[in-house]
């Protein structure tokens, strides 16, 4: 079997990973001879090869070489119900039967925006769109329509997609700066704020007459990764009110996640529009902006004429897709009537206690945390003195948590755990399914002590407790 071109190591880590995924070395062979480093998405990235996944069930997957894992990268997180949930696959067949495109409208669109508009509180209308990265970008358009001015505020490490609007500032180029390829005209229209305190960005909202809207993600940047101090989104809501700004939630993760109704259900603060992805379509490709009628209306033919606005556009091929639509009022119809979400957080709880309770016995100065259905794991690339049982990632600012990632350290973690029938997300961290239970609690928990016991042997646990 042709095998990649093997970098000299001298980690035993990395030499177990080479050895247990010959078939996934063979494909990325190929692979890395047709995608710009082999992959096919930036987060797939990973050194020597990335794992090539044949097949997934439930919280579990296996890897073209038939090994086992627990799966915490969750479709990127659109599988709040793991993977095949039985009604999801069902939907999907049937409608792959009867038409995947029909190039009208049809009843299924109209049950799916029937569920989002029930279940989110600031959807009073909505629009559906094929990823996250469009909703970001439409969400932004009907904003300047809506209010006639041009800048958007943003906040440092906050990801809303990959358009040229959102780029600056949210995976990169964190101290300003215009990454390569976007228009510096585009990124000038951003204001990307910091988030240990709010009180600047309310005054940048009272001082200036520019701003259409303020757009984050409401469990901080990456998902949580980047905690919001407390009061942060009531004192934006309140500002953002005050000044006839528009307060946009970026919910692609958090949306029926945080609580059936997303983060805004969790907090209880209603924004003015929210997009969505990944679990709003059920695992299938979409996305959507939500919101308040009278800005959504910008979009209607109708109420623009009748306003004599002029009306915001929006097309795209695969818009509501039936395919989508079948599998995700399936999903959501389950979010809505069941436990999941809550079934997701308890889960979540215990298996974050379980990890941080191996990082105490190890003596590692690693930090577990997170919210809702998401862990984090701190790795401490600084070598920080942190002692795990207190970790307080509200006490570290951006720059530790996310901004000064250790792409190589967080590669080798993987690839420790990965050893262990256990696939992480490179944050490094995780989203878990209704469907993970205390079996797979156990089963990480005990990788986890492996791999770090594995880690530690190479001088890869840095700090002190
Ligand atoms: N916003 C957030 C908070 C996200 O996490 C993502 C995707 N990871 C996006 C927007 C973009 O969504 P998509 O990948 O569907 O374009």
């Keep these: 079997m042709a095998m990649p071109a093997e970098a000299p190591t001298n980690s035993t880590i990395v030499a177990d990973y080479r050895t247990r995924t010959p078939a996934s070395a063979a494909l990325f062979e190929q692979a890395r001879t047709l995608f710009p480093s082999g992959i096919t998405h930036d987060t797939r990235y990973l050194d020597p090869w990335p794992l090539y996944v044949e097949r997934g069930q439930g919280s579990r997957k296996w890897c073209a070489d038939g090994h086992e894992y627990v799966d915490y990268f969750g479709g990127h997180g659109a599988l709040l119900l793991g993977h095949g949930h039985p009604a999801v696959v069902e939907a999907v067949r049937r409608q792959v039967a009867t038409g995947t495109h029909l190039g009208a409208s049809h009843e299924l669109e109209v049950r799916w925006a029937e569920l989002v508009t029930r279940l989110v509180p600031c959807a009073e209308k909505v629009r559906f769109t094929s990823s996250g990265t469009e909703a970001s970008h439409m969400v932004l358009r009907l904003a300047r329509a809506f209010t006639g001015k041009l800048k958007i505020v943003r906040f440092i490490g906050h990801f809303h997609g990959w358009h040229d609007q959102v780029v600056a500032g949210s995976v990169s180029h964190y101290e300003g700066g215009v990454p390569v390829g976007v228009l510096p005209s585009i990124v ?3 204001i990307v704020m910091p988030t240990d305190d709010v009180a600047p960005t309310v005054q940048l909202l009272e001082e ?10 409401p469990s901080g940047a990456s998902w949580g990764q980047v905690p919001l101090p407390p009061g942060f989104i009531q004192a934006l809501r309140e500002a953002t009110a005050r000044r006839g700004v528009l307060l946009i939630f970026d919910e692609v993760i958090t949306g029926f996640r945080w609580s059936p109704g997303g983060a805004q259900g969790a907090l209880g603060i209603t924004p003015d529009l929210c997009i969505l992805a990944k679990i709003v379509a059920g695992g299938l490709p979409g996305g959507a902006v939500a919101g308040r009628r009278d800005i959504m209306d910008l979009l209607d033919f109708a109420a623009t004429r009748a306003g004599k606005r002029e009306k915001v556009g929006h097309q795209g091929t695969y818009n509501a897709n039936p395919l989508s639509a079948a599998a995700a009022v399936a999903a959501l119809e389950i979010v809505a009537t069941s436990d999941a979400c809550a ?22 100065p690693w930090g577990v945390y997170g919210e809702a259905s998401s862990f984090h794991i701190f790795p401490n690339p600084g070598g920080l003195k942190i002692d795990p049982a207190t970790f307080d990632p509200r006490k570290h600012g951006f720059k530790v948590l996310k901004g000064n990632r250790d792409g190589a350290l967080i590669g080798k973690i993987r690839m420790a755990l990965m050893n262990e029938g256990v696939d992480i997300m490179p944050s490094p961290g995780g989203l878990v399914s209704s469907v993970h239970d205390g079996t797979d609690v156990d089963h990480t928990a005990e990788g986890l002590r492996r791999a770090v016991r594995a880690l530690k042997a190479e001088r890869e646990v840095r700090g002190a407790v």
């Design 188 to 190: 000038d229209l951003s």
């Design 208 to 217: 200036r007459d520019d701003i259409a809207a303020v757009i984050l993600e």
């Design 343 to 364: 079934r997701a957080n308890a889960t979540t709880a215990r298996l974050r206690d379980a990890m941080q309770q191996v990082l105490v016995e190890e003596g590692a």
